[in-house]
């Protein structure tokens, strides 16, 4: 790793990644700032990106240089990257207090990390334009989707077809690797009728998807399971 | 052209573009579909697109086949071309009624064709992240852009610092080619203070972008000109 090439001192606590991204935020000018304590730093699986898919990084995704820190949300991957510090102190920038879930807008919440689990399915059928409806005719189904965790290997996905008050398990391959997509697919004997289409994905953390999401005045790490209203009507 | 090849016999009216993008549309179940008159589906720079930059068409662009019609809004260039028929009488297809310009919603309106000239300039400085005013030092700034029209070539391109009560003209340069984008440039002695800056766009039919956007149901055609607050600072 770079860092150890670099020479990283036994007393490093915190390693703080600054980007280009200047702006001004309840009245702070800044360019943007987050750091990982060391242990999360040196994980074998954080890059820094150059390039993606064999050609350089686009500028939308980071160029010339961004970080990668595979299973944590968006404000950790640090765009634009022009230094990076190691400091022996615990750092408490700007971004590092604004990403915190909190129950309360006043009380102190937790820091925001990895990504919680989460499934969606592709919307079976076609659209009705104004409603988003999806319309289905009868017929035997293959409801599929994709599912994720940042915090362990995905263990399950469940499906529902009312809306979640009951679920039935579904057919779950192995992700490609430790942070790539898990497939899921389902059968399903659609009868004419309405119908709310949800899948709710479960890791190997314990932890699953919630049917009503709790609040939090920041909006972070929302993972509601997916609702897809399905109308199927009678063969066309 | 590939209609000419075809054959295309003299009492030829409409030539009708097929999609394979289905859904329902108030009540309606459809394959989206839209026709140009025989003179414009003739025209030169009409074209059925396969490739884009040296590679297949991506999906959300209309792969495998995509209807192209310069100058046009998107409405007119079918993607997933699935079909193109050509048509002795005019066509009347639900797509055609729905992309019009109405002044009263009941009323028969007329159809959205081409592109009405417009002007965007890069935003100045840095943001304000709630407010998205932009921040900007004082000193000596180039504020320049881009400007369109899909009816002729742009004419002239003007700037305002003052929200659109007073104008200046900027230098502009001609488009790369007859379809391209027109870049424009202005030089602006910032002093501390609030601002808006706007561009307007002018182009050789007569044409230009409007301070106060007519009312359309649809919000068709809109290009009241861009509104971009700034804040000139003190020298930091």
């Given at each position: 790793?770079?860092l150890?090439?670099a020479?990283?001192?036994?007393n490093?606590?915190?390693?703080?990644?600054?980007?280009?991204?200047?702006?001004?935020?309840?009245?702070?000018?800044?360019?943007?700032?987050?750091?990982?304590?060391?242990?999360?730093?040196?994980?074998?699986?954080?890059?820094?990106?150059y390039?993606?898919?064999?050609?350089?990084?686009?500028?939308?995704?980071?160029?010339?240089?961004?970080?990668?820190?595979?299973?944590?949300?968006?404000?950790?991957?640090?765009?634009w990257?022009?230094?990076?510090?190691?400091?022996?102190?615990?750092?408490?920038g700007?971004?590092?207090?604004?990403?915190r879930?909190?129950?309360?807008?006043?009380?102190?919440?937790v820091?925001?990390?990895?990504?919680e689990?989460?499934a969606?399915?592709?919307?079976?059928g076609f659209?009705?334009f104004?409603?988003?409806?999806?319309?289905?005719?009868?017929?035997?189904?293959?409801?599929?989707?994709?599912?994720?965790?940042?915090?362990?290997?995905v263990?399950?996905?469940?499906?529902?077809?009312?809306?979640?008050?009951?679920?039935?398990?579904?057919?779950?391959?192995?992700?490609?690797?430790?942070?790539?997509?898990?497939?899921?697919?389902?059968?399903?004997?659609?009868?004419?009728?309405?119908?709310v289409?949800?899948?709710?994905?479960?890791?190997?953390?314990?932890?699953?998807?919630?049917?009503?999401?709790?609040?939090?005045?920041?909006?972070?790490?929302?993972?509601?399971?997916?609702?897809?209203?399905?109308?199927?009507i009678a063969?066309?």
């Amino acid at each position: 790793p770079l860092l150890r090439e670099a020479g990283m001192q036994s007393n490093a606590v915190d390693v703080v990644f600054t980007g280009a991204d200047h702006g001004v935020e309840r009245g702070v000018e800044q360019d943007y700032q987050r750091s990982l304590p060391v242990a999360e730093a040196m994980h074998e699986d954080v890059l820094l990106a150059y390039e993606m898919n064999g050609a350089p990084l686009p500028p939308q995704h980071g160029y010339p240089l961004r970080l990668v820190v595979p299973g944590w949300y968006g404000m950790a991957h640090v765009k634009w990257l022009s230094q990076v510090d190691v400091a022996a102190v615990s750092f408490e920038g700007f971004q590092m207090r604004a990403y915190r879930v909190r129950r309360q807008p006043d009380e102190d919440g937790v820091p925001l990390t990895r990504i919680e689990p989460r499934a969606l399915l592709v919307p079976p059928g076609f659209p009705d334009f104004m409603s988003r409806t999806r319309v289905v005719r009868p017929g035997l189904i293959t409801v599929e989707g994709r599912a994720w965790s940042g915090w362990a290997p995905v263990r399950a996905v469940e499906v529902s077809v009312d809306g979640g008050d009951t679920w039935a398990p579904t057919s779950l391959e192995p992700a490609p690797h430790r942070w790539g997509w898990a497939r899921w697919s389902w059968s399903w004997e659609a009868t004419p009728g309405s119908y709310v289409l949800s899948a709710r994905a479960s890791d190997m953390s314990g932890r699953s998807q919630p049917i009503d999401q709790p609040w939090n005045p920041g909006g972070f790490a929302n993972n509601l399971v997916q609702r897809v209203p399905v109308a199927v009507i009678a063969a066309g």
